[in-house]
């Protein structure tokens, strides 16, 4: 059992930054791959960015590349989202979610049914 807790959202203006934080309960982190999803009102659930177990590798949607950036810090049990240059379209409740094993191809990054277990969601709101 692994449980998630998002944190780090709230309210910006456009072009700023935030950085989202998912701690996870316990002594399994490294060997789960991290993923980041968001959520906008009255869309589905889309993904973001990953971050594997193999290596750290990771994998973006095309909208976040050279925008966001996933890292991981397997002392800390911490995965987080780094947002850079925020835009309205960026806003939506952002979940973190554990996949066990590695993520091998951004397919299977974008999977919602490889993931286990997920947060509650943190809210970001980008105003223009």
């Known amino acids: 059992q692994v449980q998630l807790v998002e944190s780090g959202g709230g309210l910006v203006q456009a072009g700023d930054s935030l950085r989202l934080s998912c701690a996870a309960s316990g002594r399994t982190f490294s060997s789960y791959s991290m993923g980041w999803f968001r959520q906008a009102p009255g869309k589905e659930r889309e993904f973001v960015a990953a971050?594997?177990?193999?290596?750290?590798?990771?994998y973006y949607t095309d909208s976040a590349k050279g925008q966001f950036i996933a890292s991981r810090d397997n002392v800390k049990n911490t995965v987080y989202l780094q947002m850079n240059s925020l835009k309205p379209e960026d806003t939506a409740v952002y979940y973190c979610?554990?996949?066990?094993?590695?993520?091998?191809?951004?397919?299977?990054?974008?999977?919602?049914?490889?993931?286990?277990?997920w947060g509650q969601g943190t809210q970001v709101t980008v105003s223009s």
């Open positions: 979610a554990a996949a066990l094993g590695s993520l091998l191809t951004v397919a299977e990054a974008k999977n919602v049914p490889r993931y286990t277990y």
């Open positions: 971050i594997s177990t193999y290596a750290g590798v990771t």
